[in-house]
């Protein structure tokens, strides 16, 4: 699986929108971009995916380049509950492919 | 809302006791995980279950084993618990392999 790379922590103002980056230079065509998040002591939460085309639904939106190597998650007005650990995942849909969760990305989120 | 759940939050168990732990997910989902999430390791994978009565391990099935007797329960065995299975157990489910996977809460492990 390709690998990805994210800042270990970031800080958003509540209101404001809050923009996650991952790298994945070495993504394959047939791989997939995956976001969950990681609240304190909870199990991993799915956020969005995506392959070449940006997404939004009612969590987050995902805009992926046109070379497909990152991509950013937004969510668009953070709130303190957004305060998590979040994980972007570079998936196939081969079977047998599972989810490589990386240390991901601390987001505290400040009133 | 796909629901996974766990049987228990936390566990306190001791060297040699034998461990079950369950989950059961609502929406008829095909496939079911164990993964153990440990400090500085990231999720990895213990089990995985395609279909009733299923089973495959994943990258650390050692000192554990799995059951998979209904499609919304998948139990995970630890037949004779150690220290270093000290963990948190999270249970995961997707419709189908290759699809999002949804979690439950996870069960916070301790063997004394």
């Known amino acids: 699986d390709a690998k990805t790379t994210q800042p270990t922590s970031m800080d958003c103002a509540e209101g404001r929108a809050a923009n996650l980056p991952c790298n994945h230079s070495?993504?394959?065509?047939?791989?997939?971009v995956y976001w969950y998040r990681q609240i304190h002591s909870q199990g991993p939460q799915y956020i969005i995916h995506?392959?070449?085309n940006n997404e939004t639904n009612e969590m987050a939106s995902l805009i992926i380049t046109e070379d497909r190597k990152s991509s950013t998650l937004i969510l668009p007005h953070a709130t303190l509950r957004d305060t998590a650990v979040y994980y972007c995942?570079?998936?196939?849909?081969?079977?047998?492919?599972?989810?490589?969760f990386g240390p991901g990305t601390r987001l505290s989120v400040l009133p | 809302d796909v629901k996974v759940t766990q049987s228990s939050r936390y566990l306190v168990k001791r060297t040699g006791e034998k461990v079950f732990l369950e989950c059961v997910q609502d929406m008829d989902h095909e496939n079911m995980f164990w993964y153990r999430q440990d400090p500085g390791l990231g999720l990895r994978l213990i089990y995985f279950?395609?279909?009733?009565?299923?089973?495959e391990k994943g990258d650390i099935p050692e000192g554990y084993s799995v059951s998979r007797e209904k499609k919304e329960r998948f139990s995970l065995i630890l037949e004779s618990a150690s220290t270093n299975q000290t963990s948190m157990y999270l249970c995961?489910?997707?419709?189908?392999?290759?699809?999002?996977?949804?979690f439950g809460p996870g069960t916070r492990l301790t063997v004394t």
């Open positions: 995942i570079v998936r196939s849909d081969n079977y047998g492919q599972n989810f490589v």
């Open positions: 279950s395609y279909d009733v009565k299923m089973k």
């Open positions: 995961a489910s997707s419709l189908s392999v290759n699809y999002e996977q949804y």
């Open positions: 995506g392959l070449k």
């Open positions: 070495t993504i394959s065509g047939n791989e997939y």
